[in-house]
C-alpha cells in the first residue's frame, strides 16, 4: 500500500498505489527513512497510522509529496518526503 499526500494549492489529496514523481521538477530536498515494522499486520498499521496523521494535521509549508511505501518482505515501511 501506498499512500501519498499532494500539497499543491494547499489542499491534501491522499491516494492509494500511487508511486513518488522522483523527477519531480522544483523539489529542493528529498527525505527518505526506512523502518522495521516486524511483522505485516504492523507494517500496515504503521501506513495506516501515518496516513491518518497526515490527514488529522496541517501540512508542513513546502511539502509536496508524502509516500509510505511497503516492502515485500512484509516487515519493513520506507518514506519517501518531497
Known sequence: MTSE???TQAT???LEDALPDVRRAGVGTVLIGE???GSPE???AMIDGAARTWQETPLPDGLVSQVFLSGTDGRTVLGFAQ
Open 5 to 7: 499526500t499532494d500539497n
Open 42 to 44: 504492523r507494517q500496515q
Open 12 to 14: 491534501a489529496r491522499f
Open 35 to 37: 523502518w522495521d515494522a
